[in-house]
């Protein structure tokens, strides 16, 4: 099921980048596009079974792990849920009625945020069906936007062919 709903997910999401202006350019066709999404994905789920199978997980299973305490508050307490994803809540109070979140405090001296990937998770959890392939064909779709955004800044500082440069 979880291979089967990853497959439609990436159909889903090849689709928006077929029809989504944002994705389009005079010089390159949608199809390139749709490829480099589809070696995302795949590659994600490549790095994603080297990492369950050498080192546990890694770092981007467990905060999927993590999140599912934040998916599943939805079916208990929808208002919850949306406190902790939008961040307005009192994350204490919500993890006292819900469970703790590990990796929900961040003790390093170097900041980062693992809040935001954690409630990224928790809502991605609502499609996902608590399925970990799901949630790489969304980082990946995320990941389009972002290096879209970069080839798009890039094509205004130049007008070679986009596929030289």
């Known amino acids: 099921m979880e291979t089967l709903l990853a497959i439609g997910y990436t159909a889903f999401f090849s689709f928006i980048i077929m029809k989504w202006k944002w994705f389009m350019d005079e010089k390159i066709n949608a199809i390139y596009f749709i490829s480099l999404f589809a070696v995302k994905v795949l590659i994600g789920i490549l790095a994603s079974e080297l990492y369950l199978y050498k080192y546990d997980g890694g770092d981007s299973y467990h905060f999927f792990l993590f999140s ?6 939805f079916v208990k307490s929808p208002i919850d849920f949306i406190t902790m994803v939008t961040g307005v809540g009192n994350d204490e109070a919500f993890m ?3 469970g703790k979140i590990l990796g929900w405090n961040n003790n390093d001296i170097v900041y980062n945020d693992n809040r935001t990937i954690l409630r990224l998770n928790g809502l991605i959890g609502l499609f996902s069906m608590g399925y970990y392939y799901v949630h790489i064909v969304f980082f990946s779709f995320l990941s ?3 290096l879209t955004g970069i080839y798009k800044a890039a094509r205004l500082l130049t007008d070679r062919n986009p596929i030289y440069f």
Do not use: D
């Open 144 to 146: 389009m936007l972002g």
């Open 96 to 98: 006292k009625v819900h």
């Open 68 to 73: 599912k305490t934040i998916t599943q508050s």
